[in-house]
């Protein structure tokens, strides 16, 4: 059986929409035209994360970077940044720093990655704290997670 509507409840309905917000005729936004890649250089195992009105992404180690970091604002240009990650932690070998994950935390942000353990030469889980989303990310850990 469908559900009826008095016009007192269709108004009432169309008020509280208003005050939430929101209204049922949705207005279009404006298109942002993109071709993929949206970004085209080597990025591997990107994470996304959004900070206010700015996004970053962060990639495995490459270009010469241990954690590939990129800003955009719209999520269509991308400018590369300067490497995330400060010096890895004793315990790491350089070259083996893969899929980072970022998390706001209390006091700033964490980075959780993985890289190579030198003494058994398996993959492990890191984490590196900064107070901003742009690093350095600095691991002070003695072994991995």
């Given amino acids: 059986m469908p559900i009826q509507f008095k016009a007192s409840s269709v108004a009432l309905l169309s008020s509280l929409a208003v005050l939430i917000g929101g209204s049922f005729a949705q207005t279009p936004k404006t298109a942002v035209n993109y071709t993929n890649p ?5 990025f591997p195992d990107p994470f996304v994360l959004r900070v206010g009105e700015a996004y970053y992404a962060y990639a495995t180690n490459g270009g010469g ?3 590939q970091l990129l800003r955009s604002s719209d999520l269509v240009s991308w400018v590369y940044g300067s490497d995330a990650f400060g010096n890895l932690p004793a315990w790491a070998t350089p070259g083996w720093t893969w899929a980072p ?3 706001a935390v ?8 993985t890289a190579r353990h ?17 690093g350095p990310f600095i691991d002070s850990s003695l072994e991995p997670l």
């Fill in 38 to 42: 949206v970004y085209a250089s080597d």
């Fill in 65 to 67: 970077a241990t954690i």
């Fill in 101 to 103: 994950e970022v998390a």
């Fill in 106 to 113: 209390p006091g700033g942000f964490a980075m959780y990655y």
């Fill in 118 to 134: 030198t003494e058994s030469q398996r993959q492990c889980i890191g984490v590196a704290f900064s107070k901003t989303p742009e």
